[in-house]
């Protein structure tokens, strides 16, 4: 028996054309689903590419932020503290000193989501940083509760550490600025 569109009855042809315009239909819908789910798809990566280039910018403001306020309680630290007579000063309470503010700013580096970090070098410089703070406010702290019992020596250490620390932490200033300056290049 062979098939020709001339046997067909009108009904029948209508029914047959009707059976391939719903063919024609349903492979339309289905590539229009797959190209509608692909867009969705490539729009869904191009946002989270947009949210993540966000967050990083965000963090890096918040380490900036974070880096100067550091720079800027060293030499507070450094203002408060010139000499001998200024710890004996403040430890007597004659002279106030923030007695939490390298603290504070540590609280703020360990916040730091070390892993979202894009850089290894402000890894590095932000870990600097912390261990730096922990050894000034080591320092500061104990030069204050044993003044009495320090001598001279001892207090031109805890004086020449100041320093140190100062001029240090303005050098990795001074790095974690060239280091955000090369990553927001590289990200625009």
């Excluded at 490539?42 to 946002?47: A, G, I, T």
């Excluded at 910018?57 to 918040?62: D, E, F, G, N, V």
């Excluded at 630290?77 to 000193?97: C, E, H, M, N, W």
């Amino acid at each position: 028996m062979t098939f020709s569109l001339n046997s067909l009855s009108p009904g029948d042809g209508a029914a047959f054309l009707q059976a391939i315009l719903s063919a024609v239909a349903i492979l339309y819908a289905g590539y229009s689903a797959s190209k509608q789910s692909k867009l969705q798809f490539e729009n869904s990566v191009k946002l989270q590419k947009i949210d993540a280039k966000r967050r990083h910018l965000i963090l890096l403001q918040a380490i900036t932020t974070l880096v100067e306020n550091t720079k800027n309680r060293v030499d507070y630290v450094d203002l408060t503290f010139p000499d001998r007579g200024s710890f004996i000063d403040v430890a007597q309470k004659l002279k106030y000193y923030d007695l939490d503010c390298l603290t504070d700013i540590r609280k703020n580096l360990d916040a730091i989501p070390i892993f979202e970090i894009p850089s290894p070098n402000l890894v590095k410089f932000i870990l600097t940083l912390i261990s730096t703070i922990r050894q000034l406010d080591i320092q500061v702290e104990k030069a204050l509760l044993e003044y009495r019992s320090m001598g001279a020596t001892e207090f031109q250490q805890v004086l020449f550490t100041i320093q140190t620390i100062k001029n240090s932490v303005q050098h990795t200033y001074d790095e974690v600025n060239q280091e955000l300056i090369k990553i927001k290049d590289a990200n625009e």
